[in-house]
């Protein structure tokens, strides 16, 4: 044995030897083994869902609006009852891929690119600014809105 101590020589007890070498383990832990304080995440801020202005009907080739709603965006892009929208930032309004589903997917003040067939044939490329949804009318989307 190359290290021996005769513990009741100095009047130690081993008991006591065992605490002192217990505290001194504690000491080491805490020294090396810091906790970091983690914070609570933070309450997501809810974007308001992106709203157009219009009710429409989906059609084999796209949606036909029914109505615009005044002062929405849609007003101000120039639509009109009877525009059949065909494509949103290029992508056809077909199938799964709804309008609906479409604007809903952005947020508030962006800007989406209309490809509309206007009543007399005529195809143009309009341009909206979306709106945050008006607070009288998510009594419709309720069962829609994330």
Do not use: W
């Not at 304080?37 to 974007?47: G, I, M």
């Amino acid at each position: 044995m190359l290290f021996s101590v005769n513990f009741y020589k100095f009047n130690i007890k081993p008991l006591n030897v065992i605490n002192l070498i217990f505290l001194v383990i504690l000491i080491l832990i805490n020294a090396f083994c810091k906790t970091k304080e983690v914070k609570a995440p933070e309450t997501p801020v809810v974007e308001p869902k992106a709203y157009l202005g219009i009710i429409y009907v989906e059609t084999s080739t796209g949606v036909q609006i029914a109505e615009v709603f005044p002062n929405s965006p849609a007003q101000k892009a120039g639509l009109e009852p009877g525009d059949l929208i065909l494509t949103a930032n290029g992508y056809p309004i077909l199938g799964t891929y709804t309008l609906k589903e479409h604007i809903f997917s952005l947020k508030s003040g962006s800007e989406v690119i209309l490809e509309v067939e206007k009543l007399n044939g005529k195809r143009i490329i309009t341009k909206a600014i979306l709106e945050p949804l008006p607070e009288e009318y998510k009594k419709f989307y309720k069962n829609n809105i994330k």
